[in-house]
């Protein structure tokens, strides 16, 4: 909403990972850091307790792993969004992340800006994917065994999710259609619930997968 600034929790095993983000993020006059944790069983609970807009997550953590975390934290919080943070890029990591409900995928290293950037989209519902993430997704989507049919969908729901799958958001989508962002919003809503999906980012990769996104 405007006006009002972002709350993040932050979730990494290294302290000094931490410390980085919490240092740059908090110079932002639109994010919050309302806690932080260093396993992933620590960022269910504070989830829970904290009900933050935005979680940055590591993958790699004792006790609980990041892709571990996000499937509990979405379950039972659908309304948090998630940025996944790795240090390097891996095919089923990144693809077990986002079918989790991550809304983007970063690296470590990335930009300082990138990073606000990923968590401004999270935000707003949006995706937000590394370069080479992206890159590595796509490739190996075009592989993927297809999913089931998808003529239970109307022509216009179609037009939709192609461009979900192409990573526009409700005010992209409602442009390039000639519809309000708030049938724009509906349609994706009633998208996600005749495919089953939990997420905006899932639906992206499905229509990935049924190759209904064009390069």
Request: net charge negative.
């Amino acid at each position: 909403m405007e006006g009002s600034r972002i709350r993040v929790l932050l979730v990494d095993d290294h302290g000094v990972v931490r410390r980085g983000l919490r240092g740059y993020l908090e110079l932002l006059d639109d994010i919050e850091i309302v806690g932080e944790a260093e396993n992933g069983l620590r960022a269910v609970e504070l989830s829970d307790e904290l009900n933050p807009d935005v979680i940055l997550m590591d993958l790699v953590m004792p006790q609980l792993d990041g892709i571990g975390a996000i499937g509990r934290i979405k379950t039972a919080q659908p309304q948090v969004q998630i940025v996944a943070l790795t240090s390097f890029i891996e095919e089923d990591k990144v693809t077990a992340a986002l079918e989790a409900g991550a809304n983007g995928f970063i690296l470590k290293d990335a930009d300082a800006d990138d990073v606000a950037t990923a968590i401004r989209a999270a935000y707003n519902d949006e995706i937000h994917l590394d370069p080479a993430a992206a890159r590595i997704l796509a490739k190996g989507m075009r592989h993927r065994t297809e999913h089931e049919p998808v003529e239970h969908l109307t022509e216009r729901e179609l037009e939709v999710l192609a461009l979900v799958g192409r990573g526009r958001s409700n005010k992209e989508i409602a442009t390039d259609l000639g519809i309000t962002e708030r049938t724009a919003r509906t349609h994706v809503s009633n998208i996600l619930g005749k495919l089953d999906l939990q997420s905006r980012t899932q639906a992206a990769l499905y229509a990935v997968e049924r190759k209904l996104v064009h390069e």
